[in-house]
């Protein structure tokens, strides 16, 4: 447990609240005793914490941005998929307590888990010190990702206006279908194509699904600015 804290870069005061926090249900209910709780109740308020935190992040950071694209960098953030990408770099599946049946089944790199006990964290640190701690905690672990995240930023922007360009010319939405994918689960990288009226436009590529196909849009877009045109309708 020690060595977790100094991974995740926060002392716990109360250590059995991390106890919990890493807790999945199925241990406690393989429990003999069925001491403890589970990280459930945690995981709610985690959730409601990064809701929160995460917007006023967002909007610190990005004083520009609009409601809209506030809304869709805070969804982007919070989704199961990239709080499991998080948990994954602080290796919480490693000190996650698992049911047996749960544990043979690969528990600890299941999305929906370790999105659980990385929100479930997030509970736990608040309650352990308090709404200002976490606040500087979150935002440090953001700093972190500002590449990732201005790169999220403007790949969607692409897709907004490669949609906006198609929509007015064709009359028609451009459609995404990810063709490929790479690597391990923690650093897995996918490529999309973008397709009007079944037509292979652009390729692009990221370790997300939704960045790959943002990468796509952005290809065609360079494409465009290069010279090349669509047959508008």
């Known amino acids: 447990m020690t060595v977790f804290q100094q991974r995740l870069g926060f002392s716990f005061?109360?250590?059995?609240?991390?106890?919990?926090?890493?807790t999945?249900?199925?241990?406690?209910?393989?429990?003999?005793?069925?001491?403890?709780?589970?990280?459930?109740?945690?995981?709610?308020?985690?959730?409601?914490?990064?809701?929160?935190?995460?917007?006023?992040?967002?909007?610190?950071?990005?004083?520009?941005?609009?409601?809209?694209?506030?809304?869709?960098l805070r969804a982007y953030l919070v989704r199961t998929e990239s709080l499991a990408g998080f948990a994954r770099e602080l290796n919480v599946g490693d000190g996650m307590r698992f049911g047996r049946g749960e544990a043979a089944s690969g528990g600890a790199s299941r999305d929906a888990n370790l999105c659980d006990a990385f929100e479930a964290i997030i509970g736990a640190m608040f309650l352990d010190a308090g709404l200002e701690k976490i606040r500087t905690w979150l935002?440090?672990?953001?700093?972190?990702?500002?590449?990732?995240?201005?790169?999220?930023?403007?790949?969607?922007?692409?897709?907004?206006?490669?949609?906006?360009?198609v929509q007015g010319c064709l009359k028609v939405t451009p459609v995404y279908h990810i063709v490929h994918s790479e690597g391990p689960d923690h650093a897995k990288q996918f490529t999309a194509e973008v397709l009007v009226n079944d037509q292979v436009l652009g390729q692009g590529s990221g370790f997300s699904k939704q960045i790959a196909e943002q990468a796509a849009a952005s290809a065609v877009l360079h494409r465009l600015q290069e010279g090349d045109t669509l047959e508008c309708t």
Not at 13 to 22: C, D, E, R, T, Y
Not at 36 to 61: I, S
Not at 146 to 164: G, N
């Open 13 to 22: 005061s109360q250590p059995i609240l991390l106890q919990q926090a890493l």
């Open 24 to 72: 999945h249900p199925s241990h406690i209910n393989e429990s003999p005793n069925n001491q403890g709780d589970d990280n459930q109740r945690l995981e709610f308020l985690g959730d409601a914490l990064l809701g929160f935190l995460v917007a006023e992040w967002l909007y610190t950071r990005y004083p520009g941005a609009r409601e809209g694209e506030l809304t869709s």
């Open 139 to 165: 935002s440090d672990f953001l700093a972190l990702r500002t590449v990732e995240i201005d790169a999220h930023r403007r790949a969607r922007d692409s897709k907004s206006m490669l949609q906006e360009y």
